[in-house]
């Protein structure tokens, strides 16, 4: 696929299809058209073809799924609905069922307005950019000859048991024969994908489980709850005394933790925690694990002192995935909770990295808030500036400004400059030791893209 066809894409973005409910491109006639073309390019060979349709709690949620089935169907696609489930347990239930495409309606961590579609092929990966461009080429042209024939549309049915499936696989990320027994957690699912299946499985692993953001209603959704809103898990795992709690976004592929004292532990801090527990049970395979160019600073120098490499990609757990595929490493994530253990998951899983925490909690025997400190993160600013047309980062103002602060920086800090996925704004990050130095580089950084999009 060339430059020039990869940016012809309009509809997908760094995480599939995602916008406002009921406006384009969140309409029923695009999800209409996306199962359409999706279904006729994943049709290959003459077998049954399938493909499993989940979704998280928005309202808008139904509406998009009956486009979808539609356009699956008279694709001769058969549908297999599992309902509410994590975007995880999608991509396992395509890979278990061997179905030929696996689909997430959901918008992860945005308001309960919004709503996106994510699309794993039948390994249960996420798509490339090359086939979303063709399937979105696919959607522009007149498919009505190429539609199934009466007698092979397609067959919607519901998989009953979907919860369970995915809560077996969920636990047996955990060691064997280690148990939650003793433990209190607080468990905030953001009234999202994973309001059953994570309680059900904290509790049959022997945990005593509060739950908060359990109640999904349509609307609600990420509301003041989740991975995007933690004040509420801190509050109730003071006033429960728990001994931790777990807060996930909406559908469930990440997580934040809150220690017993009910200090926030950030994406950092468990893949550390995470890459030194499987370097020491001998489960890591290579020294190296993945992070995106926002991951702090002090996280590659504290995994460099035990031999691990970290490697950096752009921001996005599909990015980070890719280099984990690559080179056939074990272990990524995110600053934003997205953590990815290729053991158990072909995507960023909230409950299995959650489990993983847990498990060093278990063997070490020690209170949360000794053991999540796994490195002195550098002070580290992030701003967004916002512009309008144009590309400021292709600027002569901001190429002098940014050559004076890496000067500045040398080796003891990052500079980190990146247009956002989703806004015309500029991200400016940048980490040292020390945070004055910090604040006046971000501060005339901002200054130069400011002056570079005046001219």
């Known amino acids: 696929m060339n430059k020039e066809r990869k940016a012809e894409r309009k509809l997908f973005g760094t995480d599939g299809i995602r916008g406002t409910a009921n406006s384009f491109p969140m309409t029923v006639d695009v999800a209409l058209r996306l199962g359409q073309a999706a279904g006729l390019y994943f049709r290959r ?3 049954r073809h399938s493909v499993v349709l989940g979704k998280d709690t928005r309202l808008s949620g139904y509406m998009i799924e009956s486009a979808l089935v539609s356009g699956f169907l008279s694709a001769g696609m058969d549908v297999i609905l599992v309902g509410p489930l994590p975007t995880p347990a999608i991509a396992m239930l395509t890979r278990s069922l061997r179905a030929d495409l696996g689909v997430m309606i959901s918008a992860s961590h945005n ?12 390994d249960g990966f996420k798509l490339s950019d090359e086939v979303e461009a063709e399937i979105e080429g696919l959607m522009d042209q007149d498919l009505t000859a190429q539609m199934a024939p009466p007698e092979e549309v397609g067959r919607a049915s519901r998989l009953n048991d979907a919860a369970g499936r995915y809560i077996e696989a969920a ?11 003793g433990l209190r957690i607080v468990l905030d699912c953001a009234n999202g994908a994973a309001y059953r299946v994570a309680p059900t499985a904290l509790w049959e ?3 005593e489980v509060i739950k908060i953001g359990c109640e999904p209603n349509g609307v ?6 989740g991975s995007t809103c933690p004040e509420p898990l801190r509050e109730a795992v003071i006033a429960h005394k728990a001994h931790l709690g777990i807060a996930l976004d909406g559908d469930a592929d990440r997580v934040i933790i809150v220690d017993e004292k009910g200090q926030i532990v950030d994406g950092d801090q468990i893949l550390g925690l995470i890459t030194l527990f499987l370097q020491k049970s001998d489960r890591l395979g290579s020294n190296d ?26 921001v996005g757990d599909r990015y980070v995935v890719e280099k984990m595929r690559e080179h056939g490493f074990k272990l990524g994530g995110e600053q934003s909770g997205h953590m990815i253990l290729s053991d158990f998951a072909t995507t960023g899983d909230g409950l299995i990295a959650a489990l993983q925490v847990l498990a060093v909690l278990v063997e070490e025997g020690r209170p949360a808030s000794e053991i999540l400190r796994v490195f002195e993160p550098y002070p580290q600013l992030l701003r967004n500036v916002r512009y309008q047309g144009g590309d400021p980062l292709q600027t002569e103002i901001l190429a002098e400004a940014r050559r004076a602060a890496e ?9 980190v400059l990146r247009k956002s996925g989703t806004e015309p704004l500029i991200r400016v990050m940048a980490e040292a030791e020390d945070p004055a130095l910090v604040e006046e580089i971000v501060s005339s ?5 400011k002056k570079a999009v005046a001219v």
């Open 45 to 47: 060979g003459a077998h």
């Open 111 to 122: 308001p309960f307005g919004d709503n996106g579609i994510k699309l794993f092929g039948p």
């Open 171 to 181: 636990k047996a990320s955990f060691p064997k024969g280690s148990r939650l027994e």
């Open 205 to 207: 692993l022997g945990a």
């Open 220 to 225: 609600n959704i990420n509301a003041k709850c």
């Open 289 to 314: 694990a993945v992070a995106t160019i926002m991951s702090n600073l002090g996280l590659e120098k504290k995994l460099a002192e035990h031999g691990v490499t970290l490697h950096r990609t752009a």
């Open 407 to 415: 000067a500045r920086l040398g080796t003891q800090g990052r500079l």
């Open 445 to 449: 950084i901002c200054d130069a893209v």
